[in-house]
Structure formats: structure tokens, C-alpha cells
């Protein structure tokens, strides 16, 4: 999906770092705005291509003071300006603003965090209330704005009488000291509509429907009439929409292969390829390569040396299917499909500031940036400006089945992480199949299911005491966990 193509406005996000970034896209798509979020010390070339008719200032960890505080690019202020582009600046944002401004930023004399009463002390079109209406927001900030710029006023201050939110509505520049993107921020959402509709003007009416029609039209303008492409199904939602989205474009041109890698859940393999092939009629071959994987693993305990032999042992698979499909057609195949999704594009981008040009190595991605490089395969990604629920809601319009979008994710390496020891040892696979398939039936029968973001199984490495029937037993321990999330950015 090109943004340049969105037919409604752009909300674009600067994000200096701030936990909570990923929320405020997350809100504004909510309510039918396109938003992105970029690097806050993006070019201002970046920016201005986008052609945003508001840009956020999102909050930070950092200080003004501090060397090397990160900031938007020199002329972002006078582009703004000069092409009437509504700025907010949230928290750090809003200190920038001010500081860049001409004002004055110093560490507060009393810092503030956590919830916090606000009083609105001017009518103004971002509260849209009156003078004197109170509400309870989110603070986590250690310095404030203690001199505004020529043309701001203060709109709202806190019960320590500190600057909450302030507007310069001539020169279109508005900012909050608090968090509205936060449900600990009650009223924040209702703050941000206010501010997006009420201030703004801006244009809703971003839906799903144009952003499948969008993607059909960018993937039959990359692949041509003969390329052929071909996508490595997992089983899981991201890859199925994918592959679904992009054979509705290419029709059979599309080859799709699923591996059995012996870590799979009970009766996956089965369950999917019924799935792929009787209601999406996708082209899908099955390859059993249980043995292959099992026998790679024997021994091995450590989770991310795991998930490299599992990542490796794909790509010979995928390597040795795409030869054969060569073979077969006479021609080698010139895209690979991946069901990249918002969230990975976000966190492969830290923020500015932190010293890094790559996040921390959280987990090792099975299926990121690990094809041979003599395939030359170019990549099409036509879910990576969206987040999980986003790609359930095209999955419906594409006509996937509701049951299978609304099944819980499961990591790439399988069960191999949720064994925490040998996954060849003491039936471990087979246990810990049998023990998920049950705890899914409880909690679809309780109908708790669709409300639970995922429920999963462990298998720890240690034994304890317990009673079967008239006897005492020594065995295996399972844990059992489930979490609630939105959109999988975070969970309870």
C-alpha cells in the first residue's frame, strides 16, 4: 500500500520514543483517519512527501536539556506554517515545540506522573468544553514549559497549577503535557476526535475495502503478466491473508508451500491445508519435514539457538522447493511474499535518541530477511502498514473464514519455544499438543475464546508431586497462560 495513494487525510506521527506511540496511530485509525508513524528526526524532504495535514510531536524519554536531545528537522516549523499543517505536540512533543519556538523549558519543580486533574481555564476547540471543566489524564513528564512563544496561550493547567495544554490557533500549533492516547486518560480519546475533526477539519473515511482495492492494484503493477510468486504459508492469520490478498491479484501464478515441521499444534497440518484448500482454494503444497527439523534440535535447550536452526532448516526447505518449482515451470519465480505487519515495521525502527541504529534482539524472526541470497526474490509485503486487527477486518472482506482469523497467534518456531528443554525428550511434543487442544476447548466452550488475544501452554523443565487416581505421582509441570491485547502492541 502506497500512502501517497490513501484518498483520505494523513495523520503522520513524529516519534521521539515514547512508549505509547503505537496508540496514537492505533486511535486515530479507529477513527477511520490513515495514520503513520515515522522517525522523529525524519528529513523534512520524508515528511513533506507524505503531504500530512497534521502532523503529531509524539512524547519521549528524553530531556531538551540533554546533548543530542533528538528533533524535527530544521524547517519543519516554517513548512508547517507556510502550508497550514495543524501540529500537536504531546509531552516531549509539546517541549519541543515550545523550546523551538522561542520559549522557555525548564525542569519542573514538581515532576508529574501518573493520574492527574486538569482544569480547563480557556474555551478552545481541543477540550470543546468550558472554562472550569475538569478531567483526569496521565502525566509522565519531569520538565515543563515555563515561558510559552509569542501567540500561545495556555488553555488548561494541573492541580499543581503546571501548563497542561496550550494553542497558538493562528499558526495552527497546539500542545498537551499529558498522554490523551492512554485509556488512563478517560477523556483522551474524545480529546483527540475534538482535535482531529473539530481543529482540524480533517477528512474520515479511511476503510479497509480501499486499502485491499489499493494493494491489488500495487501488486498487478510489481508483478508482471509472466512472474510467478510464490509465499511460505505458516498456518497463522498474517501469511493466509497475505497469500489470500495476493491471489486474488495474480490468481494461480501464486505457489504456496506449507511445512510440517514436527512443531506444530495438534492436528494442524490437517486443519490448515482443509482450510487452504476447500475455502480459499489456494495453491498450496504440504511438505513433511518432521524428521529434518526434529533431528537438528535433539539436544538443544537454549530458545534462540532453537529458533536459528529452525530459521535455517526453513530456508533449506524453501530453498529446495523453490528449485523444484523452477523446474516445473521452466523459469524461476521472481517474488516472495511475507506477512510483515505494522508492528515489525515500527520496532525495527528505534527511536531517536536511544544510540541505536537497530532495535535489541528480542527474538530471532524465523522468516525475516533469511532467503538465500543467490534466489534474488523481491519482496512483496502488502500487509506491512497494518496492525493485527487491521488484517483480521481485511481477512473478512476477504472472504477468509471468521474461525480461522480469529485464531490465537502462534509463534514461528512452534512448540520448540514452548518447550523450555529438549523437544525430543519425555514426550514433550505430544504432551504439551494434547494439553493445548484441551485448554482451547475449555475456553471456547466457557465462550471466552474470541475475547482472550491468546491462550498457549508451557512445558517446564521441571517435575513435581501429585495424585492420579489412588496413587501419588512424580511428573511433568505445564503452565498455562493467557493474555488480552487489542493489537497485540499490549497485553494484560
Known sequence: MDPKAVKTDLVLILDFGSQYTHLITRRFRSLSVFSLCISGTSPLSTITSLNPKVVILSGGPHSVHADNSPSFADGFVEWAQSNGVFVLGICYGLHLLVQRLGGEV?????????????????????????????????????????????GFEV????????????????????????????????????????????VCGVNAGWKMEDVMDEEIKVINNMVGPDDHVICALSGGVDSTVAATLVHKAIGDRLHCVFVDNGLLRYKERERVMETFER?????????????????????????ELKRKIIGKEFICVFDAFAKELENNLGKKPVFFVEGTLYPD?????????????????????????????????????????????????????????????????????????RVLGDVTEDNALDTLRQVVEIFIQLIKDAGIYDSIWQAFAVFLPVKSVGVQGDQRTHSHVVALRDVTSQDGMTAD
Open 345 to 417: 515495521v515500527i520496532e525495527s525502527c528505534p527511536p531517536p535518541g536511544t544510540g541505536r541504529t537497530h532495535s535489541h534482539t528480542i527474538k530471532s524472526h524465523h522468516n525475516v530477511g533469511g532467503l538465500p541470497k543467490d534466489m534474488k526474490l523481491k519482496l512483496i509485503e502488502p500487509l506491512k502498514l497494518l496492525f493485527k486487527d487491521e488484517v483480521r477486518q481485511l481477512g473478512r472482506i476477504l472472504t477468509v473464514p471468521y474461525s480461522f482469523l480469529k485464531r490465537h497467534p502462534f509463534p514461528g518456531p512452534g512448540l520448540a519455544v
Open 155 to 198: 488553555v488548561a493547567r494541573s492541580q499543581q497549577v503546571a501548563v497542561a495544554a496550550v494553542e497558538d490557533k493562528y499558526r495552527r500549533f497546539f500542545g498537551l503535557q499529558y498522554h490523551p492516547e492512554v485509556t488512563h486518560s478517560p477523556e483522551g480519546m474524545e480529546t483527540l476526535r475534538s482535535f482531529l475533526f473539530e
Open 279 to 303: 475455502d480459499l482454494h489456494l495453491p498450496v503444497t504440504c511438505v513433511d519435514a518432521t524428521e529434518q527439523f526434529l533431528s537438528k534440535l535433539k539436544g538443544v535447550v537454549d530458545p
Open 106 to 150: 525548564r525542569v519542573g519543580e514538581k515532576q508529574e506522573y501518573g493520574r492527574m486533574e486538569i482544569e480547563v481555564e480557556k474555551s478552545c476547540g481541543i477540550f470543546g468544553g468550558k472554562v472550569g471543566d475538569r478531567q483526569v489524564v496521565w502525566m509522565s513528564h519531569g520538565d515543563e514549559a515555563a515561558t510559552l512563544p509569542n
